[in-house]
């Protein structure tokens, strides 16, 4: 489908790839990873035939359908609704055709334009774009907004929505997961796996990319190399090739020590018997993948809270929003202890955001009291720290603004620990890129010796490398985290007990995050099922016609419930292999000559075996969607 030959390529007279070959093919779904600044969103817009490359030659079918989702949206007065729909720009065309045709009452050319019309199915593509819509997050009444009415964050939804909504054999996404909830991932998440094109996919998100690629391009000394399998594929066959160097190996095992005496601090306080054995399992698994991060140019700490109390903070009757006359929520009581780990779950404008802004000081809460330590220090990530910054200073000024009698020498080496070295250090920072500001910005507050660390999405605009960084900073860090993320990988790893905000509430969430997710799953299923007051609109039915209705309503929907059964249990029995598949093919070995018939019966097996789960996904959302519309006649 797409093929790369000998490809150079420059931005400005920097070299980011060099006479470097691949092939993707129809129907991959491939993740770009590499560090910020290495070239993915050039790579793309090469793809978009933005660039001519500056050596080698691009190959792609002549009439490829390409979509790409735009990191930025004007203010426009357009709705909501027709803005995604502007995504589809033949359904546009065909439209306009029409409505002259119509104003000319040119009746050949309104046939021809009606026929094209019904073609695409143009009547029910205003249903597909509010599913997009709504899958992404956006409340009906929404639909009619203009965008310009809509904050950054939900442009770049609406962004996402456009491209999904748009026909492509070819889908680029640069970080679409950026300014998503948890619910709005995991629905983009079964989104991509039911397209049948092939993907790009730039993220930060390494569970994301677990979830959906198939295979990896990273950008490695300028060039792109592939790897068979997921993310977690790709960091085992770089793990084992470098664990192979003795100085990897060293740093292997410094790193262990570090991860298992987080995993005993974690043992020692897990009550719930399930969320502790998920949680575990991650925790371990760090161990293993830790050399394909050996080379991270990112080695920071955050430095030691001067004391650590045992009680760091008091919520009492707390209520936080922005009116008082309608708080997102009220009677807040909680205690906050010294190395308390608590991740925020709940969808985008619940009050997570609020409540960490409100615990910082940054609003005023509503009504009851906080409660500090005297001896707080305060750590605070918001979503858009960078919008603190001093633009026209430099790093080093930022950090000796914090403390100024701190020798140079030691301010310039933290400063490197994140990766700003050299005359970069006392560069100003306005022309730095998203990603060296947020970075920068965690290092100011990485300086001041927090014991209570409030994060609101740290992730967003982190490189992978940067991601799994601050990862063991947290494992490492002792004092107390809330942390509001939709890192799944990142919350796994870092905090052991959740609140739920939702609904005008917070409560103590028991269960794991895959609890919350299988949460996300079945609130779904149910917002189609009869409402209360149906529900007693009903109980004038006479007893026995309704026991007898039920009966003969069950004996309807038995044989497709039995086959829906039948295609979960084929379902879970696929997937199992498929696991099994990708695990054997991590193994750097079957990559050589001499088992060149094993590797291309499993990669065969593997591609059988993803054609059928589709297919049976397909069949089971089809069934599903019937067995609904049964069960409500």
Same mark, same amino acid.
């Not at 500001?437 to 409030?454: F, H, I, M």
């Given at each position: ?23 993707? +093919? ?68 065909? /439209? ?98 039911? +397209? ?52 990897? +190996? ?24 399930? /969320? ?45 929003? +922005?009116?008082? *006359? ?55 990530? *918001? ?59 965690? *290092? ?149 000559? *001499? ?37 409500? /006649?």
């Amino acid at each position: 489908m797409l093929t790369l030959q000998n490809l150079t390529l420059y931005q400005g007279s920097t070299p980011l790839i060099r006479d470097s070959s691949l092939a993707i +093919y129809q129907g991959q779904k491939v993740g770009v990873i590499g560090r910020n600044g290495c070239g993915k969103s050039t790579l793309f817009r090469l793809l978009m035939g933005e660039l001519m490359p500056d050596g080698g030659e691009v190959l792609m079918p002549e009439r490829l359908e390409r979509a790409q989702m735009k990191q930025e949206t004007a203010a426009v007065s357009r709705s909501a609704l027709d803005y995604v729909l502007d995504g589809h720009l033949r359904f546009r065309e065909v /439209q306009a055709a029409l409505e002259q045709a119509e104003i000319s009452d040119d009746h050949t050319a309104m046939a021809h334009a009606l026929a094209e019309f019904d073609e695409l199915d143009g009547y029910a593509l205003p249903n597909r774009a509010e599913q997009l819509l709504s899958g992404l997050g956006f409340a009906v009444e929404e639909f009619s907004k203009p965008v310009a009415a809509f904050s950054g964050g939900w442009r770049i939804r609406l962004n996402l929505a456009q491209a999904l909504m748009q026909p492509s054999q070819l889908l680029l996404l640069d970080e679409p997961t950026n300014h998503l909830d948890l619910e709005a991932t995991l629905w983009l998440r079964q989104w991509l796996l039911r +397209y049948a094109g092939t993907v790009l996919l730039i993220s930060h998100d390494r569970q994301f990319l677990d979830e959906v690629v198939d295979n990896i391009i990273s950008f490695e000394n300028l060039k792109l190399v592939t790897y068979r399998g997921n993310y977690s594929a790709y960091e085992r066959q770089k793990a084992e090739r470098l664990a192979q160097q003795q100085a990897a +190996y060293e740093k292997q095992q410094e790193r262990k020590a570090h991860i298992e005496d987080f995993v005993r601090r974690f043992r020692a306080k897990a009550t719930k018997a399930r /969320q502790a054995q998920s949680r575990m399992k991650e925790l371990q698994r760090m161990v293993e993948i830790e050399p394909a991060h050996v080379d991270s140019p990112f080695q920071f700490r955050f430095r030691e809270a001067k004391r650590n109390p045992d009680v760091v903070l008091t919520c009492e009757n707390l209520a936080v929003g +922005y009116d008082a *006359a309608k708080p997102l929520f009220g009677q807040f009581n909680y205690t906050v202890l010294g190395g308390a780990r608590i991740g925020l779950l709940g969808p985008n404008g619940q009050g997570k955001s609020t409540l960490l802004k409100t615990l910082a000081h940054q609003l005023p809460n509503l009504d009851g009291e906080l409660h500090e330590s005297e001896h707080l220090v305060l750590g605070y990530c *918001a979503q858009e720290q960078t919008d603190v910054l001093d633009l026209d200073a430099t790093p080093l000024q930022l950090i000796q603004r914090l403390d100024p009698r701190v020798p140079e020498q030691d301010l310039r080496n933290f400063l490197g620990s994140f990766a700003f070295r050299g005359e970069q250090v006392d560069t100003v920072i306005r022309p730095f890129s998203g990603g060296e500001k947020s970075r920068l910005a965690l *290092a100011l507050v990485a300086w001041q010796r927090p014991n209570l660390l409030l994060m609101d999405e740290p992730t967003n605009h982190l490189d992978l490398e940067m991601v799994h960084a601050l990862t063991r900073a947290l494992q490492e860090y002792d004092g107390a985290l809330i942390l509001v993320s939709h890192d799944r990988h990142l919350l796994n790893n870092t905090v052991d007990q959740f609140l739920l905000v939702r609904n005008g509430k917070v409560e103590i969430f028991d269960g794991s995050l895959e609890d919350y997710e299988q949460l996300i799953v079945d609130s779904r299923s149910n917002q189609s099922k009869p409402s209360k007051s149906q529900t007693n609109a009903q109980s004038s039915v006479d007893k026995k016609e309704q026991r007898q209705q039920s009966a003969q309503r069950r004996e309807q929907l038995k044989p497709l419930r039995e086959k829906l059964k039948k295609l979960e249990q084929q379902l879970d029995k696929d997937h199992k292999r498929l696991k099994a598949l990708e695990e054997q093919l991590s193994d750097a070995s079957l990559y050589d000559d *001499a088992h060149k018939a094993r590797l291309a019966k499993l990669l065969q097996e593997q591609g059988d075996l993803k054609r059928r789960v589709a297919e049976t996904e397909e069949q089971w959302l089809h069934d599903s969607h019937v067995l609904e519309q049964m069960s409500e /006649q």
